[in-house]
Structure formats: structure tokens, C-alpha cells
């Protein structure tokens, strides 16, 4: 009988143990039900073998310990996580002999972690971690996080200092009101001293602790500076499905908080880390909506990321219009404003001009470009009509169609009478293009002029003595206003309606002139009224 009652075990092939199968089936529910149905008599050497026991040798010689002292052992941080996991997998939940069981003695210690030391819940959150997916390991993980959490909340409350900062590549300037550098530098460091500390957990479980924190309303700053602090301690050695699985999970972190947390250069950063971990594309999406919404803060060396495997053409032309699509969808929020707009049309004509002398960049690409943004953007379109002139240029084989199609881009009276003069002479662009252009400054112009009050004051005035010098004068403006009377012949030759087009448009910058002369003067009229002189004295300046 004495054979009988030794009992062979096999722990995960790590290690074997001999014991006493009567005495620790009156602890374990699981050896008492294994071993209730063998003979009591029976001489059979017995062996049990154990594939995936919780912590292994060491946590099932926790158990064993427990069992050969009657019930008695010393339960700690260190051990808790191990010996509770073992509890549960053996089933002890029984008391024997007015003792507490082994599970129960864990579950009461399990309620004292908020009273345990922070060395002592980094030991324990490294032994959830080594057990592995174990229910029990992950609901003691969930009750560590939550206290380590909790006890950072409270160095925040203790120590506060307001990290309202302004975040870029190199770090985090946190404005603490303090008055000197190295004041500043302390209260930085009280609010990242716990950084190097959890390193050693997993993706997966630095995604609980961020969201315990950010549900427990920890500052955000500090959690993405966390973060980041996180991949590049742990890029060095990771593998390429490791880095893609620790950038997904800062992406869809960021992805919760308010974002201003992160400059965009520190996101571009972050692109430019996934272009060879080929991660998920809603893991993608967030970080392209991320910074689309903080567009109007980014420079063209961010833009200029090169295009994916596969693509000819230089420059990532698509992910920039996804980036313009991701701003403008803010609009229906009310959060584009038109300065915000206009900083991002200074940038995309920036973008454009870069791109422009790529030989592989496809016609339908620049037009989306050049269109993706309301006219309103843009106060002059002379940048556009210089990366458009450019463009074509280099592409010099495109059809009539596809130059209109470029030229559809532009908006002729927002260019300027140079940008005019340019285009009138531009064999690049389809001849109509250069006819719109002019067409749109003699209207520009002629708007202008009819706006002024001069003509009504002319008519009213009640000096006789200048009335023939007015009309003269007014006779000669009128011949000046009208450029051409007939109608454009856009099928004739096209040097001769160039070459007719540029005299056109020399009279009309020379009208310009005149017309900023009569603003001026009608200035000087307005105030001559306003001191008592007589109208009619102006009016022989105005004629000069």
C-alpha cells in the first residue's frame, strides 16, 4: 500500500515530481476526482502529466508546498499570482480541517493590492504576464493595472504639474509655472519617472494600462509621450511582427486621445515607421485621419513621403489627397476654419510645384490634387498656374483634352496681371486658357472702374467752367475700357492670337494704372469736400 500511494507528475515536461497522492487529493478537487475512480487497491504506478499547468514547475511546487504543511503558507505579491492560477487549475476551494483552502487564502490577499508597495505590483503584473492567458492571470492582471493606475493618479494629485505642452519629435515642453529651467526639468521628470518601469509588459497589455488610464483621466500628454517612449524601447530588439503589433497599438491609442497630444511631425514619424510593417489598413486609416486633422500644422518635407512598392510615379501622391480628404471632413464639424484652409492651400500648392516635374505623374492625379481644395482657399492661384506651367512642360505630349482638363484647375480672376501676361504667351497651355485669362482682367477691370463713384460725380457737378475738360476726359477713359469688341476666333492661327492677345493685355495693366490713379485721387476728392473746397477744383488733378 505504501507503493500505491506515491503518485508520478509531469509538469509541462519541465520538471517531475513524486508525492503522496492521498495527500494532496484532499486539498485538489481535480487529483480527488482522478483518483476516485481508480482502484483503492490497486499496484499500478501512477503518472500524471501536465501540458499546460499555470506558472509551470514553480507554481505547481507552490502548490505541493501548501499541501505538505497542512493548509499553511505564506502568501505574498511574489507568489500571489502564481499560487492563486495553481489554486484555481487544481481545484481547491474546499477547506480542510477548518482551514482555509488555498484559493480562498489568494482571493483575500487579491483585495489587498491597493495597500501593496509599487515594487510589489510590478512583480506581480511580470507574473501575470508569464502565465499567459490563464482567465484567472487576466482578471489579477485587470485588478493590478487598475491599482498601479490608481497609484499613479495619485502621485499626479500629489505632484502636480499642468502639462498643458506643446509636443514635437525631440520630447514634450511642458509649461509648468515655475521659474527657472531646472525647475522645469524636476517637475518633468515627476510626471515620467514610471516609464523605464513598464517597459517589460506586453503590447497587449500596455493597451489595458493605457485605457485604464485614460478612463481614470489621466493627463494625455503623458501617456502618448509614454507611448512613444515604449516603441523605441522596444523597436531595438523586436522582430518585424513585433514592431508591426506595438505600432498598431500606440496608433489605436492615439487614435482615443484629444489630438493635440501629438504634434503631426511625431505622427508623420510614426508613418513613416509602418511604410515596411505593412499593418492593418484600419489601423492606417486612424493614423491618416490623425493627421489630416492637424494638416494645417505640417510642412513639405512631411508631405514628400515616397510612393509604395509598385508605384511609378516619386511621391505618395494618394496618401496626401486621403490627408486633404481627412481635413476637409472635419468641416462638417465646424473645426476648418478659412485661415486654417488657406494655411493648407499654401501647403498643397508647395506639394504640387514639387511634384510637378515627375515624368511618371499621371494627368488625373495632378487635376485631383489641384482641385481637391474650395476655391476659397486660395487668394491668388499664381503658385497653381506656375506648377501647372511646369507640369506641362515636362509632360509636353499631352493631348489638347487632358491640357484643358489641367487648365480647369485654375481660376483666372484670381490671377494676377503678371501670372496673365505669362499665360498669353504660353504655348503650354490650350490657346482658350489664355483668351479666359484676359478676358477675366479686362472684367476685373472694367468692374473696378464702373465701381468708382467718379462718373455720377462728373455728371453732378456744378462747376460749368471744367464740364468740356470733363467730358474729354471721360471720352478718352471710355475708348481705354474697351479692349476688344468682337469676338475671339479660337480656331485661327494660334501665334497671331497670341501675338494679339499680348496687346490686349498690355492696355490693360496700362488701365490698371490709371485706375489706381483715380482711386487715389477720388481719395483726395472725398477729403477736399469734407474741409469745404469746392469739387470742382479737384477735378483738373484728376484730368491730369
Known amino acids: 500500500m505504501e507503493v500505491c500511494s506515491v503518485l508520478e507528475v509531469d509538469v509541462n515536461g519541465q520538471e517531475t515530481f513524486m508525492l503522496d497522492k492521498d495527500i494532496v487529493a484532499q486539498y ?52 500571489l499570482v502564481l499560487a492563486h492560477c495553481a489554486a484555481e487549475f487544481m481545484e481547491m476551494k474546499e477547506s480542510v480541517a477548518g482551514v482555509s483552502n488555498l484559493l480562498a487564502q489568494t482571493e483575500k490577499s487579491l483585495q489587498e493590492t491597493s495597500y501593496w508597495t509599487w515594487s510589489d505590483l510590478l512583480v506581480a503584473l511580470k507574473q501575470c504576464q508569464n502565465i499567459g492567458s490563464v482567465s484567472d492571470s487576466s482578471l489579477m492582471l485587470e485588478k493590478c493595472l487598475d491599482s498601479l493606475v490608481g497609484r499613479l493618479v495619485l502621485a499626479c494629485e500629489a505632484s502636480p504639474c499642468p502639462s498643458t505642452c506643446s509636443p514635437d519629435s525631440s520630447g514634450f515642453r511642458f509649461s509648468c509655472d515655475s521659474k527657472s529651467t531646472e525647475s522645469i526639468k524636476t517637475n518633468f521628470s515627476h510626471s515620467t519617472w514610471w516609464f523605464d518601469d513598464l517597459i517589460f509588459l506586453s503590447p497587449l497589455n500596455i493597451e489595458r494600462l493605457v485605457k485604464s488610464m485614460l478612463v481614470r483621466k489621466l493627463d494625455q500628454v503623458v501617456i502618448s509621450r509614454f507611448l512613444l517612449f515604449y516603441q523605441k524601447a522596444k523597436f531595438s530588439a523586436a522582430t518585424t511582427d513585433e514592431k508591426r503589433k506595438i ?47 492637424q494638416l494645417d500644422q505640417t510642412t513639405l518635407d512631411n508631405l514628400l513621403v515616397p510612393s509604395p512598392y509598385g508605384i511609378s510615379y516619386l511621391y505618395d501622391v494618394n496618401l496626401v489627397l486621403r490627408f486633404l480628404k481627412a481635413f476637409q471632413g472635419q468641416g462638417k464639424n465646424s473645426l476648418v476654419t478659412p485661415i486654417r484652409m488657406k494655411k493648407v492651400a499654401v501647403l498643397v500648392d508647395l506639394y504640387i510645384a514639387e511634384i510637378a516635374p515627375d515624368p511618371c505623374l499621371k494627368p488625373s492625379k495632378f487635376v485631383a490634387l489641384a482641385t481637391a481644395l474650395p476655391d476659397y482657399a486660395r487668394d491668388s492661384y499664381d503658385e497653381l498656374y506656375h506648377a501647372m506651367d511646369m507640369y506641362l512642360k515636362v509632360h509636353a505630349g499631352l493631348c489638347e483634352e487632358e491640357r484643358m482638363k489641367i487648365s480647369c484647375g485654375l481660376n483666372y480672376e484670381k490671377l494676377s496681371a503678371q501670372a496673365c501676361l505669362h499665360l498669353s504667351q504660353n504655348t503650354n497651355f490650350p490657346s482658350n486658357s489664355a483668351v479666359q485669362a484676359l478676358i477675366s482682367q479686362q472684367s476685373k477691370l472694367n468692374n473696378l472702374l464702373h465701381g468708382t463713384p467718379s462718373y455720377t460725380s462728373f455728371t453732378d457737378s456744378p462747376s460749368s467752367s471744367t464740364d468740356a475738360g470733363k467730358k474729354g476726359r471721360k471720352g478718352e477713359t471710355s475708348e481705354q475700357i474697351v479692349l476688344y469688341s468682337g469676338k475671339f476666333d479660337v480656331s485661327a492661327d494660334n501665334e497671331k492670337l497670341r501675338a494679339h492677345l499680348r496687346g490686349m493685355h498690355c492696355r490693360v495693366m496700362e488701365l490698371e494704372k490709371i485706375c489706381k490713379k483715380m482711386q487715389t485721387q477720388m481719395v483726395k476728392i472725398s477729403k477736399s469736400r469734407a474741409s469745404g473746397n469746392s469739387y470742382a477744383r479737384s477735378l483738373p488733378k484728376l484730368c491730369s
Open 28 to 79: 485538489s478537487g481535480k487529483f480527488s476526482k482522478l483518483f476516485g475512480k481508480s482502484s483503492s487497491g490497486s499496484t499500478r504506478k501512477l503518472k500524471v502529466i501536465f501540458h499546460d499547468f499555470p506558472g509551470g514547475a514553480e507554481g505547481f511546487e507552490l502548490m505541493l508546498r501548501f499541501c505538505y504543511s497542512n493548509g499553511k503558507t505564506d502568501i505574498t505579491p511574489s507568489n
Open 247 to 293: 505600432i498598431e497599438m500606440i496608433i489605436d491609442m492615439l487614435s482615443n486621445m484629444d489630438v493635440s497630444c501629438v504634434s503631426c511631425k511625431t505622427l508623420f514619424g510614426i508613418l513613416r515607421l509602418t511604410l515596411g510593417l505593412n499593418i492593418s489598413k484600419c489601423s492606417r486609416n486612424k493614423l491618416e485621419n490623425m493627421i489630416g486633422s
